[in-house]
Nanobody
């Protein structure tokens, strides 16, 4: 079992930056791929970025070049550095510990299909 607690959300102007953190408890953190998902107002949850235990990353096209996912296995923490923020980045951001089956099957790309442990979410609001 993995418990996740996100922090670092808030209100920022367009063009600004935020860094989200997700602290995990549980013995399997260093094994699980980790992901950040977001749910904009009135829309479905979507994958933002994911990272394997070995540091392999992938990103949604909408955030490539602006967001960076990283992890510190010694601290049981995963981060999402968000730069050049846009109003359309406004959403509740969720951290997820993805099961190995969900990652290697590709199910993690689809929030309705992924098998994962979820954090409670943190609000990010980008004003224009």
């Amino acid at each position: 079992q993995v418990q996740l607690v996100e922090s670092g959300g808030g209100l920022v102007q367009a063009g600004g930056s935020l860094r989200l953190s997700c602290a995990a408890s549980g013995s399997s953190f260093s094994i699980n791929p980790m992901g950040w998902y977001r749910q904009p107002p009135g829309n479905q949850r979507e994958l933002v970025a994911a990272i394997t235990s070995g540091g392999i990353t992938n990103y949604a096209d909408s955030v490539k070049g602006r967001f960076t996912i990283s992890r510190d296995n010694a601290k049981n923490t995963v981060y999402l550095q968000m730069n050049s923020l846009k109003p359309e980045d406004t959403a509740v951001y969720y951290c997820a510990a993805i099961t190995l089956n969900s990652y290697y099957s590709g199910a993690y790309l689809y929030p309705d299909e992924v098998d994962a442990y979820w954090g409670q979410g943190t609000q990010v609001t980008v004003s224009s």
